[in-house]
T-cell receptor, first 109, second 112 residues
Framework: QKEVEQNSGPLSVPEGAIASLNCTYS??????FFWYRQYSGKSPELIMS????GDKEDGRFTAQLNKASQYVSLLIRDSQPSDSATYLC?????????FGKGTMLLVSP | KAGVTQTPRYLIKTRGQQVTLSCSPI?????VSWYQQTPGQGLQFLFE???????NKGNFPGRFSGRQFSNSRSEMNVSTLELGDSALYLC???????????FGPGTRLLVL
């Protein structure tokens, strides 16, 4: 059974700092990984997808994947109060996604 | 392109009733997945449909069922509602096998 683990947080960072969110997974079959952001009362919104080992950058966001260590991370540079949300990590495979329970990020002004 | 739509957005039901939720995927997307989200359990996969066929099913009781129509619209049904079924039900669509999923706004169900 696939499992995706995340620290529930909250992770508190000051405005302008780098926020580092981490995720581990237990199934080596997963080939694709996704980070979603979910604001309170809203549905998840895709931030990044990553399929290969290494880093992938998109604006202030960088996703990192290490398949040997079964580890995925998301770095948010220059964190803003509007980044305060729950971040969900998901592992994909065979048309389903397995989600972690999410890490709450709080960015203080 | 219009996003994923779900109706209704909010529902209040009583125990023992049944409910049907609807999801219209992004135009051209043929895969529709359903998830249940609760504060304690997070996002849990219910089932996934592709071209009117259920391809995958999560670990939920038979009271939870779904179907997909030829236009890719999907419905899920929950029969004999229980208090524990109160949750946010999310639908997500994707364009092909193992592709990125895009979520609708969800249907918030409250069972009294």
């Amino acid at each position: 059974q696939k499992e995706v683990e995340q620290n529930s947080g909250p992770l508190s960072v000051p405005e302008g700092a780098i926020a580092s969110l981490n995720c581990t997974y237990s199934d080596r079959v997963s080939q694709s990984f996704f980070w979603y952001r979910q604001y309170s009362g809203k549905s998840p919104e895709l931030i990044m997808s990553i399929y290969s080992n290494g880093d992938k950058e998109d604006g202030r966001f960088t996703a990192q994947l290490n398949k040997a260590s079964q580890y995925v991370s998301l770095l948010i540079r220059d964190s803003q109060p509007s980044d305060s949300a729950t971040y969900l990590c998901a592992g994909g495979g065979y048309s389903t996604l397995t989600f972690g329970k999410g890490t709450m990020l709080l960015v203080s002004p | 392109k219009a996003g994923v739509t779900q109706t209704p957005r909010y529902l209040i039901k009583t125990r023992g009733q049944q409910v049907t939720l609807s999801c219209s995927p992004i135009s051209g997307h043929r895969s529709v997945s359903w998830y249940q989200q609760t504060p304690g359990q997070g996002l849990q996969f219910l089932f996934e449909y592709f071209s009117e066929t259920q391809r995958n099913k999560g670990n939920f009781p038979g009271r939870f069922s779904g179907r997909q129509f030829s236009n890719s619209r999907s419905e899920m049904n929950v029969s004999t509602l229980e208090l524990g079924d109160s949750a946010l039900y999310l639908c997500a669509s994707s364009s092909s096998y193992q592709e990125t999923q895009y979520f609708g706004p969800g249907t918030r169900l409250l069972v009294l």
